[in-house]
C-alpha cells in the first residue's frame, strides 16, 4: 500500500493524511499528521483540481459488467 504524503508547513518533513472528505466535485479537503515527533503539527489542507488533462471513458457508455470490474 502506498502512503500519501504532503510537506508540514512547520518542519518541512512529510506529513501522513490521515483522513480526506469531498467539498465538492473538484475540491477535497485532507486532515494531516506530521511524522516528526518533535513537531507534531496538525493541519488541513484543501486539493483542488485545476485542469483535467485527458477526459478518460465516459461513464454512460460502460457496461454493468465494466462498472462492477473497476469495483
Ligand atoms: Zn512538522
Known amino acids: 500500500m502506498r502512503i ?3 510537506p508540514c508547513p512547520n518542519c ?3 506529513a501522513t493524511i490521515r483522513s480526506s472528505r469531498k467539498l465538492s466535485n473538484k475540491v477535497a479537503e485532507r486532515y494531516c499528521v506530521c511524522v516528526n ?7 488541513k ?3 483542488e483540481i485545476v485542469k483535467i488533462i485527458h477526459q478518460g471513458i465516459d461513464p454512460a457508455t460502460l457496461s454493468e459488467q ?6
Open 4 to 6: 500519501i504524503t504532503t
Open 12 to 14: 518541512g518533513l512529510p
Open 37 to 43: 515527533n518533535s513537531c507534531q503539527c496538525v493541519f
Open 45 to 47: 489542507t484543501h486539493t
Open 66 to 71: 465494466d462498472i462492477k470490474s473497476l469495483r
